[in-house]
C-alpha cells in the first residue's frame, strides 16, 4: 500500500531526529521533498542533502542535520500545514508570518516550492506546505 502523505512523513521523520540529536536522517526521495530540502538548506535549517540508495536499490533522500552545540536544535518545530484532506492556499498578500518573522513557512507556487518572503517579493501565492522555526 502506498504512503497518502510523504510530505508529513518527511517532516515528522527530521522532527524525530531532530529531537534525538541524530546526524542525518533517510526519507523517500520524490521531486516535492527534494525541493523542501533545498529551502531548508537554503534557510539555513539543515546541513545539506544527498541522494542515495538503499540495499534495495530506491532512492533515498538523506538529510544531514545541524546543531550549535550539544544541547541546542536549529529546527525547534517543524508542522505540516496543507495536507491531503484539507488543502490551505493563500494569496501573496495573506501570507501569514510565521512567528513574527523568526520562522519561514515553505510554500508551493507556480514558480516552484520557496519561502514566504521569497513568495512576498515575487508576488506569488501558492499551497502552504509548512511552518519552520
Known sequence: MGMTDPIAD????????????????DVLSSRIN?????????????GGYDIKKDLRGHEVLR????????????ITDIQRVSKPGRR??????????????Y?????STSKGVMTD????EL?????????VW
Open 10 to 25: 518527511m517532516l515528522t521523520r527530521i522532527r524525530n531526529a531532530n529531537r534525538v540529536h541524530f546526524k542525518s536522517v
Open 34 to 46: 527534494l525541493n523542501i530540502a533545498k529551502v531548508l538548506k537554503k534557510s539555513g535549517y539543515i
Open 63 to 74: 538529510i544531514y542535520l545541524k546543531y550549535p552545540d550539544a544541547k541546542r536544535t536549529v
Open 88 to 101: 490551505v492556499y493563500v494569496r501573496s498578500e495573506k501570507i501569514p508570518a510565521v512567528l513574527n518573522g
Open 103 to 107: 520562522g519561514v513557512s515553505i510554500l
Open 117 to 120: 518572503k521569497e513568495a512576498r
Open 123 to 131: 508576488s506569488l501565492g501558492g499551497e502552504i506546505l509548512c511552518n
